[in-house]
């Protein structure tokens, strides 16, 4: 091996498997992506490993792995029991244990919206904040909380799902399963189910929420309903707000820097709060798709230098030892 030590964090998402290589100084010196298989668990556990072996390959000196996830984690946090947008029966599925034992390194496995909180703060929009809630806006809407500087998880890993707040009681059915939650209004999936469940004349093909937006100018129930998905998001962040005291909210995704009505809703309806929650500031995330990857980096890199360094095992440190 070559070269200082480096952390891989890998990103897997329900299209792509993201990873980036960060260097001892907190550059990237590498980053790439390669298709989700659609085939199982077992298949997506390979091209994860694959990933790793590849930088090793590389001659890359890697100090360790990190890989986001977005799902829930088991308690001992080396499987997932809830992962809904990836193929696959993972629940009782040993994803660490397999990656150790086809690359030898044993990842930190971690929420994406939480490594998405943890790279914002450390590289973005984020940096230098106290108490934060973080948000992303895509097929769901992902949430994690910081406070005192912290990115804070719990064992998990299912800290801070603003999505998941209830912004109506009995309200639509979400993912989750729950009535009435925020992603069930604002997530970029259920608003386009719920345009075309209101005969909104969507184009054949892939339809974005961006496209979804043009519309809006001119048709006034996609208008509506992109207006119903502002509120349930800005009520669920001022929710956030009231519950933690945050003073800043980063919000991440594409279509966050789409459609801007996410953004200045949650700001008129933080507004509103001002006797309670004094001025929040609310601020787009500035590190892009690569954010997940970054942050699975970084909970690598404070992962490996809190472990121990008597016979302790390495799977007794994880992050929810951290905060
Ligand atoms: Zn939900």
């Known amino acids: ?48 490993a694959d990933v790793v072996l590849a930088r090793l390959s590389a001659g890359v000196h890697l ?14 946090r080396d499987s997932i029991t809830l992962l809904p947008n990836v193929p696959g029966e993972w629940p009782g599925f040993p994803l660490a244990d397999t990656i150790v034992a086809r690359t030898g390194f044993d990842p930190v496995l971690l929420n994406d919206a939480r490594a998405f909180a943890l790279a914002e703060i450390e590289f973005g929009s984020a940096h230098g904040s106290d108490d934060v809630v973080f948000a992303t806006i895509g ?10 500087g912290t990115v804070v998880t719990t064992r998990r890993d299912g800290f801070g799902e603003v999505g998941h707040t209830t912004v ?19 997530g970029g999936a259920a608003v386009l189910s719920r345009a075309k469940a209101r005969g909104v004349a969507l184009e054949l093909g892939v339809v974005t929420l961006a496209a979804l937006g043009r519309l809006a100018e001119s048709d006034s129930v996609a208008a509506d309903v992109l207006d119903e998905a502002y509120d349930a998001f800005a009520i669920g962040i001022a929710t956030s707000c009231a519950l933690t005291g945050a003073r800043l909210v980063v919000v991440g995704g594409a279509v966050a820097h789409e459609l801007p009505g996410y953004l200045n809703r949650s700001r008129e309806r933080l507004a509103e ?10 601020r787009l995330a500035q590190l892009g798709p690569r954010a997940g990857a970054l942050g699975a980096a970084v909970a690598a890199r404070i992962t490996a230098r809190h472990r121990p360094l008597s016979s302790e095992p390495a799977a007794h440190t994880t992050l929810e030892h951290l905060v």
């Open 1 to 48: 091996m070559t070269g200082s030590e480096c952390w891989l964090g890998i990103d897997l998402g329900g299209t792509y498997i993201k990873w980036v290589q960060l260097g001892a100084d907190g550059d990237t010196l590498a980053s790439g992506r390669r298709p989700t298989p659609m085939t199982g668990q077992a298949d997506v556990t390979e091209a994860l």
């Open 63 to 76: 100090a360790g792995v990190g890989i986001a996830v977005p799902g829930h984690l088991s308690e001992d």
């Open 139 to 148: 097929t769901g809407v992902g949430g994690a909380l910081a406070a005192r």
């Open 168 to 186: 109506v009681i009995d309200g639509d059915l979400c993912g989750c399963g729950s009535l009435g939650c925020v992603e069930a209004y604002a």
């Open 273 to 282: 709060r001002l006797g309670l929650l004094g001025p929040v500031e609310v």
